[in-house]
């Protein structure tokens, strides 16, 4: 009997300590898009995204007045499937992550490199669903920035 406990135990720990948690879940599904585009791979970085996927990014036109650019995931996917290896490197920093039912948002601070040389700064603010027990990007929105990163 003491056996069985011990192994009763050890199963149970076992098992808690691979469970992955929801928080865990989104942080892998933005990092598999990121992995995705660090490796030109565009079928890992669309398996990010869900179907109806919105990208938004947030910048100043030439008269300094901030407006809001659609990006054509698409056309996005197939660029990324065109870099080289490595040329794409986004390097994020986990700073929030909400969740509530099949609802998530994780805001992450980012540097972005190409091909080794400091580009851009900002924040990605992402907005992730929970389809059929899967994390997917619904909506992505940045800021870009070239001075101010820390």
Same mark, same amino acid.
């Given at each position: 009997?003491? *056996? &069985?406990?011990?192994?009763?135990?050890?199963?149970?720990?076992?098992?808690?300590?691979?469970?992955?948690?929801?928080?865990?879940?989104?942080?892998? =599904?933005?990092?598999?898009?990121?992995?995705?585009?660090?490796?030109?791979?565009?079928?890992?970085?669309?398996?990010?995204?869900?179907?109806? =996927?919105?990208?938004?990014?947030?910048?100043?036109?030439?008269?300094?007045?901030?407006? =809001?650019?659609?990006?054509?995931? !698409?056309?996005?996917?197939?660029?990324?499937?065109?870099?080289?290896?490595? !040329?794409?490197?986004?390097?994020?920093?986990?700073?929030?992550?909400?969740?509530?039912?099949?609802?998530?948002?994780?805001?992450?601070? *980012?540097? &972005? *490199?190409?091909?080794?040389?400091?580009?851009?700064? $900002?924040?990605?603010?992402?907005?992730?669903?929970?389809?059929? $027990?899967?994390?997917?990007?619904? *909506?992505?929105?940045?800021?870009?920035?070239?001075?101010?990163?820390?």
């Amino acid at each position: 009997m003491r *056996y &069985f406990l011990l192994l009763l135990t050890t199963v149970a720990i076992s098992q808690t300590s691979h469970a992955q948690t929801a928080e865990d879940s989104v942080k892998a =599904v933005i990092n598999d898009m990121f992995n995705g585009m660090r490796n030109g791979d565009a079928a890992l970085f669309k398996s990010a995204f869900s179907d109806s =996927v919105v990208m938004q990014t947030i910048r100043r036109d030439k008269s300094r007045k901030t407006i =809001v650019v659609n990006e054509n995931f !698409s056309e996005f996917a197939e660029f990324v499937g065109q870099l080289k290896k490595d !040329s794409a490197d986004e390097r994020i920093t986990f700073e929030t992550i909400r969740i509530d039912g099949p609802l998530a948002i994780a805001w992450t601070p *980012y540097k &972005f *490199y190409y091909n080794g040389k400091f580009s851009h700064c $900002g924040v990605n603010s992402f907005q992730l669903v929970r389809f059929d $027990g899967r994390w997917k990007i619904q *909506y992505l929105i940045d800021t870009r920035r070239l001075a101010g990163c820390q």
